[in-house]
T-cell receptor, first 111, second 112 residues
Framework: RKEVEQDPGPFNVPEGATVAFNCTYS??????FFWYRQDCRKEPKLLMS???SGNEDGRFTAQLNRASQYISLLIRDSKLSDSATYLC????????????FGPGTRLSVLP | DADVTQTPRNRITKTGKRIMLECSQT?????MYWYRQDPGLGLQLIYY???????NKGEISDGYSVSRQAQAKFSLSLESAIPNQTALYFC???????????FGPGTRLLVL
């Protein structure tokens, strides 16, 4: 089993739709969790960290379920500019050397 | 100006050649990383460095070596390039506190 797995995608949704991405991780010792966004042929950029209590940043909501080892990202009112690949990232320790990246889920928001 | 820069941005080389990819950062971060990205796969860690005197292997270090010339510079070398090293290579930095990683624009490498 891969350490971090994500919905295979691609997701094609109309503007204004709500879309949810799922991510599961295998290492129960994982300490911190992130969603990164990667545009085509560009570098990944941090979208948001994921906190135990869940957190929201505008149209984006991240949830963490440690018992199920599951992370989610919800995007409301999708914009064309949200089209990108979304990477789930898990850090299994506090020393910064064990960032594990999921393969990503590609989102296309259609006009 | 970009905080994390990589050179070259694109490189075509032949099997057996030695090449070096360079990374520089102006963020003042101690931690630097080299990753490769292949289509359909997540980023894979090649090497990481927490300071100039600290170099560590990642999950796929075979066939690669690194040099941390200064806090701001971290170079990746392919000693004898082979076609399955064709990939997109990213350098990243972090400050170790927030754990956020800041990536360079990437180097596209093609080994023929």
């Amino acid at each position: 089993r891969k350490e971090v797995e994500q919905d295979p995608g691609p997701f094609n949704v109309p503007e204004g739709a709500t879309v949810a991405f799922n991510c599961t991780y295998s290492n129960s010792a994982s300490q911190s969790f992130f969603w990164y966004r990667q545009d085509c042929r560009k570098e990944p950029k941090l979208l948001m960290s994921v906190y135990s209590s869940g957190n929201e940043d505008g149209r984006f909501t991240a949830q963490l379920n440690r018992a199920s080892q599951y992370i989610s990202l919800l995007i409301r009112d999708s914009k064309l500019s949200d089209s990108a690949t979304y990477l789930c990232v898990v850090n299994a320790d506090n020393y910064g050397q064990n960032f594990v990246f999921g393969p990503g889920t590609r989102l296309s928001v259609l006009p | 100006d970009a905080d994390v820069t990589q050179t070259p941005r694109n490189r075509i080389t032949k099997t057996g050649k030695r090449i070096m990819l360079e990374c520089s950062q102006t963020k003042g971060h101690d931690r630097m990383y080299w990753y490769r990205q292949d289509p359909g796969l997540g980023l894979q860690l090649i090497y990481y460095s927490f300071d100039v005197k600290d170099i560590n292997k990642g999950e796929i270090s075979d066939g690669y070596s690194v040099s941390r010339q200064a806090q701001a510079k971290f170079s990746l070398s392919l000693e004898s390039a082979i076609p399955n090293q064709t990939a997109l290579y990213f350098c990243a930095t972090s400050d170790g506190e927030q754990e956020t990683q800041y990536f360079g624009p990437g180097t596209r490498l093609l080994v023929l």
